[in-house]
């Protein structure tokens, strides 16, 4: 049981490139969330997905897309990277849909610089 | 708007002290609180969460969290401190279905 999987682990990518982030959890959880974390802020959400097929803007959706591929994956792409999407993405899920409750679980994060 | 707040930056304790990491938040409704642990270079784990019933609310690797509704606080406990507690600790709060709103990170440090 590995839990929330991100991949890759690190990225360097220069202005104006593209990428998929990849996210995928084992926990059978419905939920699905990105967020990206920056000294000083805490982490803030990208987008998530409540349950397969359904996505939704989170608080800085802005230069993001994501995929639910499935109940396991979700992955997040930036279509032309900019310097300020210079960040550390995380991945998360959880297990019921629209939850107030439920924890969410963490992936390792992918370490993203942007030149 | 839904909203944390950890007051310090920085908490520095001596190993086998008491320690406290602070928590306000600012909620319409029932809060929902969590604090989660980040050690360096890896991804967040959960500690603990209150949501509703006693509030001295007790999670892993000894910590425990004490919430107050008249203060609007849900402080981070632990009666003595280990050198391995040395980590950057969240608040969060849960703002809606898919939101949760985290605080700017506490850093911990226990020195031996």
């Known amino acids: 049981n590995a839990g929330v999987t991100q991949t890759p682990k690190f990225q360097v990518l220069k202005t104006g490139q593209s990428m998929t982030l990849q996210c995928a959890q084992d926990?059978?959880?419905?939920?699905m969330y990105w967020y990206r974390q920056d000294p000083g802020m805490g982490l803030r959400l990208i987008y998530y997905?409540?349950?397969?097929?359904?996505?939704d803007k989170g608080e800085v959706p802005n230069g993001y897309n994501v995929s639910r591929l499935n109940k396991r994956e979700f992955s997040l792409r930036l279509e032309s990277a900019a310097p300020s999407q210079t960040s550390v993405y995380f991945c998360?899920?959880?297990?019921?849909?629209?939850?107030?409750?439920?924890?969410?679980?963490f992936g390792p994060g992918t370490r993203l610089t942007v030149l | 708007a839904q909203s944390v707040a950890q007051p310090e930056d920085q908490v520095n304790v001596a190993e086998g002290n008491p320690l406290t990491v602070k928590c306000t938040y600012s909620?319409?409704?029932?809060?929902?609180l969590f604090w989660y642990v980040q050690y360096p270079n890896r991804g967040l784990q959960f500690l603990l969460k209150?949501?509703?019933?006693?509030?001295l609310v007790k999670g892993s690797y000894g910590f425990e969290a004490e919430f107050n509704k008249s203060q609007t606080s849900f402080h981070l406990k632990k009666p003595s401190a280990l050198v391995s507690d040395s980590a950057l600790y969240f608040c969060?709060?849960?703002?809606?279905?898919?939101?949760?709103?985290f605080g700017a990170g506490t850093r911990l440090t226990v020195k031996p």
């Open positions: 998360a899920s959880s297990e019921r849909p629209y939850s107030l409750t439920d924890t969410q679980y």
């Open positions: 926990m059978n959880h419905n939920s």
């Open positions: 997905s409540a349950s397969e097929g359904t996505t």
């Open positions: 909620v319409s409704g029932n809060p929902y």
């Open positions: 209150y949501i509703t019933g006693d509030n």
């Open positions: 969060a709060v849960r703002a809606g279905p898919g939101d949760m709103r």
